[in-house]
């Protein structure tokens, strides 16, 4: 998601937007899969029966798309044959993944690699998008003496078999088609770029950032907070990505948490200005994982099944300016406060929410921003949670020097302590 967001590109590149409605129109049917029908729970059944039923469901799902896959499963894991084996199998990867680094306590815990940015085809010199909007939250954080490049938490990049934690080997295989790619990230020169370019330049980022999403969980638990300064890919669902989002890195992170972190309830709280669709489909059947989703519902994706599975929906419409959206954030909190105690908060704070932002159509000022996470924290604090936080959507040249700002705002706050560079 050097977007996130659906529409960026369309923006960004103009004379090919025919092109694209044209692509959606041709090609969509034959690349994603029909509608997932799926329902959550909301019975009084006990743990084992709900999780052996997501189990069974993400099972079918993964069965369904992997039949027409004709590359079969990779590396020396064999092709679980039901759902406990789909189980075991994902066990099994996430138990042999190095994604979960040691980190020594002089680094601080946030994450960051210079492959995040995104700079190709001139796309980083054009106009209001900001493709390197990790790097100049580091660098904004580094001027301000905040944090030195040497406590920054360098993450690995997902192998195939992490990423097939949660995606299926035919949606893995329709990352090697530009096309494909061009329509999920929603920039059609894309499609006419040579694959392997696509994996370097694009793919490639992404996928480090995945990494960090998942690094951050760790980290959370251990530290009792985590910032990846990426990742919040939250249109990405196991079988479908969109909306700039190619690998579901939130339920990747929340499925290596269960097994490797003994965490068996966890909270996303979404404020993106867009609606969570790919978790909230991932997610649909289990109730260890509940959804406070608080977006703008006259924006893309208005995915209709993905908003039956959020646990406490929160619409805020068009043109909502920075009062009215944090007094309902205030009771949000109080509603999510009541019904869940998680013990891991994935906070997706997207700075889309801005004034001024292309694609979010909110009011909400720098200032603002930075007291809704500084909100987010506090009631995390309140619940005794680790929490991890990624930047997601929002692209302005403006935004990082935003995002700077509210970490250092929670520094100062003391809900995050980030160790002096004197004492490395
Ligand atoms: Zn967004």
């Given at each position: 998601?050097f977007?996130?967001?659906?529409?960026?590109?369309?923006?960004?590149?103009?004379?090919?937007?025919?092109?694209?409605?044209?692509?959606?129109?041709r090609l969509?049917?034959?690349?994603?899969?029909?509608?997932?029908?799926?329902?959550?729970?909301?019975?009084?059944?006990?743990?084992?029966?709900?999780?052996?039923?997501?189990?069974?469901?993400?099972?079918?799902?993964?069965?369904?798309?992997?039949s027409?896959?004709?590359?079969?499963?990779?590396?020396?894991?064999?092709?679980?044959?039901?759902?406990?084996?789909?189980?075991?199998?994902?066990?099994?990867?996430?138990?042999?993944?190095?994604?979960?680094?040691?980190?020594?306590?002089?680094?601080?815990?946030?994450?960051?690699?210079?492959?995040?940015?995104?700079?190709?085809?001139?796309?980083?010199?054009?106009?209001?998008?900001?493709?390197?909007k990790?790097?100049?939250?580091?660098?904004?954080?580094?001027?301000?003496?905040?944090?030195?490049?040497?406590?920054?938490?360098?993450?690995?990049?997902?192998?195939?078999?992490?990423?097939?934690?949660?995606?299926?080997?035919?949606?893995?295989?329709?990352?090697?088609s530009?096309?494909?790619?061009?329509?999920?990230?929603?920039?059609?020169?894309?499609?006419?770029?040579p694959?392997?370019?696509?994996?370097?330049?694009?793919?490639?980022?992404?996928?480090?950032?995945?990494?960090?999403?998942?690094?951050?969980?760790?980290?959370?638990?251990?530290?009792?907070?985590?910032?990846?300064?990426?990742?919040?890919?939250?249109?990405?669902?196991?079988?479908?990505?969109?909306?700039?989002?190619?690998?579901?890195?939130?339920?990747?992170?929340?499925?290596?948490?269960?097994?490797?972190?003994?965490?068996?309830?966890?909270?996303?709280?979404?404020?993106?200005?867009?609606?969570?669709?790919?978790?909230?489909?991932?997610?649909?059947?289990?109730?260890?994982?509940?959804?406070?989703?608080?977006?703008?519902?006259?924006?893309?994706?208005?995915?209709?099944?993905?908003?039956?599975?959020?646990?406490?929906?929160?619409?805020?419409?068009?043109?909502?300016?920075?009062?009215?959206?944090?007094?309902?954030?205030?009771?949000?909190?109080?509603?999510?406060?009541?019904?869940?105690?998680?013990?891991?908060?994935?906070?997706?704070?997207?700075?889309?929410?801005?004034?001024?932002?292309?694609?979010?159509?909110?009011?909400?000022?720098?200032?603002?921003?930075?007291?809704?996470?500084?909100?987010?924290?506090?009631?995390?604090?309140?619940?005794?949670?680790?929490?991890l936080?990624?930047?997601?959507?929002?692209?302005?040249?403006?935004?990082?020097?935003?995002?700077?700002?509210?970490?250092?705002?929670?520094?100062?706050?003391?809900?995050?302590?980030?160790?002096?560079?004197?004492?490395?």
């Amino acid at each position: 998601m050097f977007g996130v967001d659906s529409c960026r590109p369309l923006f960004l590149f103009p004379v090919f937007n025919a092109s694209l409605v044209k692509y959606h129109l041709r090609l969509t049917p034959a690349i994603f899969s029909p509608p997932i029908i799926a329902f959550k729970l909301r019975s009084s059944l006990d743990r084992p029966v709900i999780r052996n039923r997501f189990v069974l469901f993400s099972y079918s799902r993964w069965s369904a798309m992997s039949s027409s896959s004709a590359s079969g499963v990779s590396s020396a894991i064999p092709t679980p044959k039901n759902a406990d084996e789909f189980e075991a199998v994902r066990r099994s990867r996430i138990l042999s993944s190095k994604l979960y680094l040691d980190v020594p306590p002089s680094k601080a815990p946030i994450i960051y690699s210079s492959s995040y940015d995104i700079s190709f085809l001139g796309i980083e010199k054009l106009h209001p998008f900001d493709s390197s909007k990790w790097g100049h939250i580091c660098q904004f954080l580094n001027a301000d003496k905040i944090l030195e490049k040497n406590q920054i938490v360098e993450p690995l990049e997902p192998t195939r078999d992490d990423l097939l934690v949660v995606h299926s080997e035919s949606y893995l295989d329709s990352l090697k088609s530009s096309v494909n790619v061009s329509m999920i990230v929603e920039v059609p020169p894309v499609a006419v770029l040579p694959n392997f370019l696509v994996q370097k330049k694009v793919l490639q980022p992404f996928r480090k950032q995945v990494g960090g999403t998942v690094l951050s969980a760790k980290l959370a638990k251990e530290r009792g907070w985590a910032i990846n300064v990426g990742g919040g890919f939250h249109h990405c669902s196991a079988q479908k990505g969109g909306g700039f989002c190619a690998y579901a890195d939130i339920s990747i992170c929340i499925q290596f948490a269960f097994v490797a972190l003994n965490i068996s309830r966890v909270m996303i709280i979404d404020l993106d200005a867009h609606q969570g669709n790919g978790h909230e489909i991932d997610f649909a059947n289990d109730r260890r994982v509940y959804v406070l989703d608080m977006y703008n519902p006259d924006i893309y994706p208005h995915d209709l099944e993905a908003k039956r599975y959020i646990d406490h929906k929160v619409e805020v419409k068009s043109r909502t300016e920075t009062d009215a959206y944090l007094t309902k954030l205030d009771e949000a909190l109080e509603v999510a406060k009541r019904e869940i105690n998680p013990d891991l908060i994935v906070y997706n704070a997207g700075t889309d929410i801005l004034e001024g932002d292309p694609l979010g159509y909110l009011k909400v000022t720098p200032k603002g921003v930075v007291e809704r996470d500084e909100k987010v924290f506090r009631f995390a604090r309140k619940m005794g949670a680790p929490i991890l936080m990624l930047t997601s959507g929002g692209y302005m040249k403006s935004n990082a020097r935003v995002i700077a700002d509210s970490i250092m705002n929670l520094k100062n706050k003391m809900l995050i302590d980030i160790p002096s560079s004197a004492s490395i």
